[in-house]
């Protein structure tokens, strides 16, 4: 198994590059023989790589706004099943310290996978982003925008509406609980965002809907995490349990 990434500052403040690679083990279905591990004897299991690189560019407007314009270009490689190719840009605005009491953000990405079956799936989306705090404790977070999908699978024709409306929680600083609801392309969704944290334990609980897939998933995997929930390294990282995940279609 694999986890190798690397981050460089090509231009100062302006131009970054960002390279990944995974190599994992996946059950190819999960109508066969469930592999738990590389050692498992099992034809239903294949060897994954991914690899990716996205070339970004970032420019700071005084206090006003900060910009940041991406493109990424991924390859899943699954033996023996499906691969993937995936090709994706984004363009996102964020308001800068001027807008703290209203901070916004505008963004808009588009997505195009190519399977090695001959399908494809194109996902658009633009998106306006605003938040208002009552007070410490209390803040609303409101999204709208439209998005276009032509997914496998998804029988959505056309451009759709998305909205969404969060509210936020905090009694503390330790303590966070966001409730969303909205609607996308294939309905109404609710998503549930919670995590408390106490002097040798930290609580999390998350639920959302996307609409996604697995070569997307695979090419955004995390195999090995680098830092405890308290953000403390983990000494031999490569030394955890990664389980073999089951490569549903795409």
């Known amino acids: 198994r694999l986890q190798a990434s690397s981050n460089a500052e090509i231009v ?6 960002d390279v990944r690679s995974t190599i994992s083990q996946r059950n190819q279905s999960d109508a066969g023989l469930q592999a738990t591990d590389g050692l498992s004897v099992s034809g239903n299991r ?21 910009v940041e314009l991406a493109y990424s270009r991924d390859e899943v490689d699954n033996s023996g099943s499906v691969s993937s190719s995936l090709d994706s840009i984004s363009l996102s605005v964020s308001s800068g310290r001027r807008f703290s009491a209203l901070p916004w953000t505008l963004s808009t990405n588009a997505r195009r996978e190519d399977n090695s079956t001959g399908s494809q799936s194109v996902f658009r989306q633009g998106n306006a982003t605003v938040s208002y705090a009552f007070s410490r404790r209390y803040s609303v977070r409101v999204l709208g925008g439209m998005e276009n999908n032509d997914a496998v699978g998804n029988t959505e024709q056309g451009p759709s509406a998305n909205w969404r409306v969060t509210a936020i929680w905090t009694p503390t600083p330790r303590t966070n609980l966001e409730i969303g609801y909205g609607s996308q392309s294939f309905g109404s969704n609710f998503s549930l965002q919670a995590s408390h944290t106490m002097r040798r334990a930290v609580f999390n609980a998350s639920y959302n809907e996307p609409l996604t897939t697995t070569a997307f998933q695979q090419s955004q995997a995390v195999l090995f995490a680098l ?24």
Not at 12 to 17: G, T, W, Y
Not at 46 to 66: C, E, K, M, W, Y
Not at 227 to 250: H, K, L
Request: hydrophobic residues 40%; aromatic residues 10%.
């Open 46 to 66: 294949n060897q994954a790589l991914t690899v990716g690189i996205s070339p970004i560019l970032r420019q700071r407007f005084g206090s006003f706004a900060d």
């Open 12 to 17: 100062k403040d302006l131009f970054f590059l």
């Open 227 to 250: 830092e405890d929930a308290f953000g403390n390294p983990i000494e031999n990282p490569g030394e955890q349990q990664v389980r073999v995940a089951t490569n549903e279609a795409a």
